[in-house]
């Protein structure tokens, strides 16, 4: 079984090892954020199971999404679990993974371009510039919602002097964007928000900490979404869209 990328939306973005393992695969496995044009290049007669979250119900919980992979498998298919962007920033398919490693199968992954690169990039925003930024975090807007404790430190965040990539990140966002302040970042940081980034629909909203979250509001931009806070952002402003 194959855990494989998709890219961020723009089906030019799977990689070439991704393309030709999904137009061999017996069964793919999808869900919302993979292009479904994909799907078109499958064989004729390969299987298409639809696991997708639908505005945060899951069509099929993860426990199921694992059964389904490894009675396919365990039949002897060839199985593409196909992610959005990147299998392992935050796709849960690290999880995927094990619990296919554990049931004796085979597991290869083939890495994808994650949006929390190109949705910026897209929108003229480099995550890491001589200039601006040394350093890049990528981080979760929210953490697992059966987890009450908070493993994710904002004010330290606020320090790192580099680049702040957040993922899921629209529906915490004003307060996130807060505690970054409250953290000692400046009202007045530079933030975009990259909205379906690579795709026909990508549409970017350029900031700042203080006012992103009621312009993304005014402006109607939701989720998906990725959030760049730092002084890159402001490249967008000399880069525009580079779709
Ligand atoms: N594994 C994926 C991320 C899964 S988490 C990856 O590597 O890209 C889902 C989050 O990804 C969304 O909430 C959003 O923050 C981000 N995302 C995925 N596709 C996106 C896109 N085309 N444009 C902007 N954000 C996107």
Redesign the pocket.
């Known amino acids: 079984m194959y855990l494989v990328?998709a890219g961020?939306?723009d089906i030019g973005l799977i990689t070439v090892r991704g393309m030709e393992l999904v137009r061999t695969a017996d069964v793919i496995v999808y869900d919302q954020?993979a292009n479904s044009e994909l799907l078109g290049h499958a064989r004729p007669d390969a299987k298409l199971i639809d696991v997708g979250k639908q505005g945060g119900h899951h069509k099929v919980r993860q426990e199921g999404i694992n059964r389904i992979i490894v009675e396919e498998a365990q039949a002897g298919r060839t199985v593409v679990r196909l992610?959005?962007?990147?299998?392992f920033?935050?796709?849960r398919?690290g999880e995927e993974a094990e619990e296919l490693r554990k049931a004796g199968i085979a597991v290869h992954v083939v890495p994808?371009v994650?949006?929390?690169i190109a949705?910026p990039a897209m929108a003229g925003i480099p995550v890491t510039h001589r200039d601006h930024a040394p350093m890049v975090t990528f981080v979760t807007g929210h953490e697992r919602d059966d987890r009450p404790d908070e493993r994710i430190d904002w004010g330290v965040l606020a320090r790192t002097g580099g680049t702040i990539v957040?993922?899921?990140?629209?529906a915490h966002l004003a307060q996130n964007m807060r505690r970054l302040m409250e953290g000692g970042m400046l009202p007045s940081t530079p933030v975009a928000v990259?909205?379906?980034?690579?795709?026909p629909a990508?549409r970017a909203v350029l900031s700042t900490l203080d006012r992103v979250a009621e312009e993304c509001e005014r402006q109607r931009v939701g989720?998906?979404?990725?959030v760049v806070v730092g002084g890159v952002a402001s490249l967008r402003e000399v880069l525009g869209d580079l779709l």
């Open positions: 990328g961020p939306g954020l992610k959005g962007g990147d299998p920033m935050f796709g398919g994808g994650t949006s929390a949705a957040i993922l899921m990140g629209m990259v909205h379906r980034g690579s795709t990508q989720s998906p979404a990725v």
